[in-house]
Nanobody
Framework: QVQLVESGGGLVQAGDSLRLSCAASGRTFSIYAMGWFRQAPGKEREFVAGINWNRGSTGYADSVKGRFTISRDNAKNTLYLQMNNLKPEDTAVYYC????????????WGQGTQVTVSS
């Protein structure tokens, strides 16, 4: 089991920045990749960014490329999402997730943190 706790959400204005954090605990040695997802009201959850835990290779949704940066601190077992130039359409609950070594997909999820961007 891996436990995840997100933090850093809040209410900001368009153009502002926020940094989300996700602290992982438990069987962290089994992490293959971590990612950020988001779900806006009335919409399905969507992938935002992902990172290979050991290699550090990253991937982003087109909607956030050039504005968001995913990173991790392996020593602290913490995942980050730096969000710059936020837009109202970035408003959503943001979730971090873990893909385990033997998993086909993300199988551990945090409780989510709300990000609201006003225009």
């Amino acid at each position: 089991q891996v436990q995840l706790v997100e933090s850093g959400g809040g209410l900001v204005q368009a153009g502002d920045s926020l940094r989300l954090s996700c602290a992982a605990s438990g069987r962290t040695f089994s992490i293959y990749a971590m990612g950020w997802f988001r779900q806006a009201p009335g919409k399905e959850r969507e992938f935002v960014a992902g990172i290979n835990w050991n290699r550090g290779s990253t991937g982003y949704a087109d909607s956030v490329k050039g504005r968001f940066t995913i990173s991790r601190d392996n020593a602290k077992n913490t995942l980050y999402l730096q969000m710059n130039n936020l837009k109202p359409e970035d408003t959503a609950v943001y979730y971090c997730a873990v893909r385990g070594m033997n998993s086909d997909g993300y199988n551990y999820w945090g409780q989510g943190t709300q990000v609201t961007v006003s225009s």
